[in-house]
């Protein structure tokens, strides 16, 4: 049994774009409360769905990842998110929820390349991803006919279904591939337990669909050095930012973030701040426009401050982001922030990056 930290083993690169991500405020997508099912547009030689995604590709603000797992939650849920309740209700116990769960979906899917399978106005789809409710619609237990779908269609699919049984679920980036993880640290049979860096630690474990037999908790060998991003679905909280950047012993610091929560209702946002690790004071972040602020009051010179916002839906689920800290009397170039240098090295590295990427090969299937 290995217990691995994601941020050990990312690259330099990936590092850098995850910090471009948060400086430039790229958010994912959100529950649109649009109508199901989707229709499909051409636009620019490739094809968006009715709440704008692209269904042909993954990155980009409007790629299908993880956007499209937002379709199928929220004031979006269908039948993928009943299949989930369901297990919910049958199994007390989440171990065995989760086991019956991956079965399910290994019972009800078969692997299938999308360039075989699918076709939109008579034309093959070299890549394409179907919701969790396609999906699901697409199996039928009368009459034994199963979904064909390749690994990206079975994550979202399960995403949907174990969210609505009560786990927290993040979608997995990998090379070629899309999996998924779910939190659930007192499994006792994964390879490996994921930290992604979410302030809980390792508990989170694999979950690999496109292989018949493949078991829970178990990590394919090309995907156990990290090098992955992974995307926790059920509280989303981003665009976490705070100003001044360095602040000195005279400033207030302003803290913003951007919030959506699974269940398409916020209860309550609330800040958490400690200064020199002692215990952590309570501030309630209010909305102000599209994001949640709250005020950190000024502190001496020197002083080294830690923060972290708790999000609560209506339905009591909570999470947390994970720990931001900034020291009082930090350093700052005046007319040229230091952060600014931060982002143009970062910026220079995104772009050589994204000049040099190529659509995604075809994934393949998992087997152990």
Excluded at 14 to 36: D, N, T, W
Excluded at 202 to 231: H, K, M, Q, R, S
């Amino acid at each position: 049994m290995k217990r691995m930290s994601l941020l050990s083993r990312r690259s330099l690169l990936a590092a850098a774009i995850l910090l471009l991500a948060v400086f430039s405020s790229r958010v994912s997508g959100f529950p649109s409360g649009l109508s199901y099912p989707a229709t499909f547009t051409l636009k620019h030689g490739e094809w968006y769905d009715s709440w704008g995604f692209n269904r042909n590709y993954y990155g980009d603000e409007d790629g299908y990842m993880p956007n499209i797992a937002y379709e199928t939650l929220g004031t979006n849920r269908e039948l993928a998110y009943n299949i989930g309740e369901s297990f919910k209700t049958s199994y007390s116990s989440d171990v065995q929820r989760a086991v019956a769960i991956l079965k399910y979906v290994q019972r009800w899917t078969s692997y299938g390349y999308d360039e075989d399978n699918v076709f939109i106005d008579g034309e093959s789809q070299i890549e394409w991803a179907w919701n969790a409710d396609e999906m699901a619609h697409m199996f039928n237990e009368t009459t034994n006919t199963v979904a064909v779908g390749d690994c990206e269609d079975m994550a979202f699919l399960c995403a949907t279904i174990y969210i609505a049984a009560g786990f927290d679920v993040a979608l997995v980036l990998a090379p070629e591939h899309v999996a998924l993880l779910i939190w659930l640290p007192e499994y006792a049979n994964a390879n490996y337990y994921w930290d992604i860096l979410d302030g809980r630690g390792e508990g989170w474990i694999w979950v690999e669909a496109t292989g018949a037999n493949n078991p829970l908790g178990w990590t394919p060998p090309d995907f156990n050095d990290g090098d992955w991003t992974a995307y926790p679905l059920n509280s989303i909280i981003s665009k976490v930012n705070y100003v001044p950047r360095a602040p000195q012993a005279e400033d207030d610091v302003t803290v913003t973030a951007s919030i959506a929560t699974e269940s398409g209702q916020v209860s309550q946002v609330i800040l958490k701040y400690s200064t020199n690790g002692d215990i952590y004071r309570i501030l309630p972040m209010a909305l102000e426009g599209s994001l949640y602020k709250a005020t950190i009051p000024k502190q001496p010179t020197g002083t080294l401050v830690e923060f972290l916002i708790s999000v609560t839906d209506t339905e009591g689920n909570v999470s947390e982001s994970g720990k931001f800290s900034y020291t009082v009397g930090g350093l700052e170039i005046p007319g040229f922030p230091f952060e600014s240098i931060i982002i143009g090295l970062i910026t220079g590295l995104a772009v050589l990056y994204f000049l040099a990427r190529k659509r995604p090969a075809l994934p393949r299937p998992m087997h152990p």
